[in-house]
């Protein structure tokens, strides 16, 4: 049978998320007929994060309803789904067992084999959905690629020879860029989760405003480290006294509130600069054909056009390829696609063999 009905769950952290792809195996396509997001973070503003016990307890009520959604969306009938597909990890343990217990209680029920998906993998693989948003084909002459992840968990740079063949380059050395952007947030008093609305306020302010470290951006290897990022954004503001740091400052007009869109907008520029110069440079190191970008940081339009830009420049014959938004924070259909490249390599196993490991790494599989 050369079409492949994948049903694909994904809940890490805070998205109660399920995707129904289809893949046609001689063709190497790929479709997402059915997507489904549910995201927390309305439960989640209250705490101003992720509180672990209730994200789990938050995806219990919505993952059937989402398994649901998607197959109706999909106009495919449970019975026809021919494999499964799961996060497995990296992520929070409770979260990941919600998805890991329903897919493998679908595949015993169904009689079909299951394939275990490491979450960074789906990130790093989303943006093969391009150039068409919901269909994914690896062209010949996209490899070696380099991908890089940046979400408010991880920030690694990965030199992928094929698809299922990655060598880990550099990592963060303490937070993640999202968790940077996320920090800095709280400081300006922005609602969770920190990185969009950070990004919406930079787009009012001037990025040359302040000059922020870039931390390790000439450092001879490819690790990065952005915690003193914020504690740069956060003794800017105590040296001047700031108003912004006392609730009162926050909600502040005029004055105020150009000086919280220069201050976001130059955190912006720094935490850019650094992630497209040391991608640039592995890039050129490992003469890649392709970079690809995912995690939810790749919904910065900054990052998005520095990246296109300096590609352009430095090495003008590479391909980019960008997730488009449905695909950038965490979600299904990355992983449905990451499990379809597993079932044409035949890496399949059955329920009984599949875990949750909340501290699962990127490894290559073939
Ligand atoms: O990939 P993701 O959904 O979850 C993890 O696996 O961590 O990434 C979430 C992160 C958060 O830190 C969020 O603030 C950040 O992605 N993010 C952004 C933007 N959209 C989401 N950061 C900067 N600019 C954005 N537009
Ligand atoms: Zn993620």
């Not at 490899?143 to 880990?168: C, E, N």
């Not at 220069?262 to 003469?287: F, G, H, M, P, W």
Request: one cysteine or more; aromatic letters at 6%; hydrophobic letters at 45%.
């Amino acid at each position: 049978m050369s079409q492949t009905n994948i049903l694909a769950i994904e809940t890490s952290a805070d998205e109660t998320s399920v995707a129904i792809g289809q893949g046609h195996a001689t063709k190497k396509t790929f479709r997402l007929l059915g997507h489904v997001v549910y995201s927390q973070i309305h439960v989640h503003r209250k705490t101003g994060g992720i509180v672990p016990e209730v994200a789990a307890r938050a995806h219990i009520p919505k993952i059937i309803p989402a398994v649901k959604l998607a197959l109706k969306k999909a106009k495919i009938r449970l019975q026809d789904i021919n494999a499964l597909a799961v996060t497995t990890g990296p992520g929070l343990i409770t979260s990941l067992m919600v998805g890991v217990d329903t897919a493998k209680t679908l595949a015993f029920a169904l009689g079909k084999p299951i394939i275990p998906i490491n979450h960074l993998e789906g990130h790093l693989l989303s943006a093969l959905f391009t150039p068409s948003p919901r269909e994914g084909r690896v062209g010949k002459g996209l490899f070696p690629a380099l991908g890089l992840i940046v979400s408010g968990g991880h920030t690694l740079l990965v030199f992928i020879k094929q698809i299922g063949h990655y060598k880990m380059l550099g990592q963060t050395l303490d937070d993640a860029a999202g968790e940077c952007f996320d920090k800095v947030a709280k400081l300006l008093g922005l609602p969770y989760p920190g990185g969009p609305a950070l990004a919406a306020l930079a787009r009012a302010g001037n990025p040359k405003a302040v000059d922020f470290p870039r931390p390790m951006i000439d450092s001879k290897n490819f690790n990065f480290s952005f915690a003193g990022l914020k504690t740069a954004v956060l003794y800017f503001l105590r040296d001047r006294g700031s108003p912004l740091l006392s609730p009162r400052g926050r909600g502040m007009k005029g004055e105020g509130f150009q000086l919280k869109a220069n201050i976001a907008a130059s955190a912006e520029q720094a935490i850019v600069d650094v992630l497209v110069a040391k991608t640039l440079r592995a890039a050129k190191e490992y003469r890649v054909k392709t970079v690809l970008l995912g995690g939810g940081v790749a919904a910065n339009q900054k990052l998005r056009q520095t990246l296109k830009i300096g590609l352009k420049q430095e090495i003008p014959t590479s391909n980019l390829r960008l997730p488009t938004s449905e695909l950038t924070t965490d979600n299904a259909g990355m992983i449905a696609l990451a499990a379809f490249y597993h079932y044409l390599a035949h890496d399949v196993t059955t329920f009984d063999k599949v875990k949750a490991n909340p501290n699962l790494e990127l490894r290559s599989w073939r």
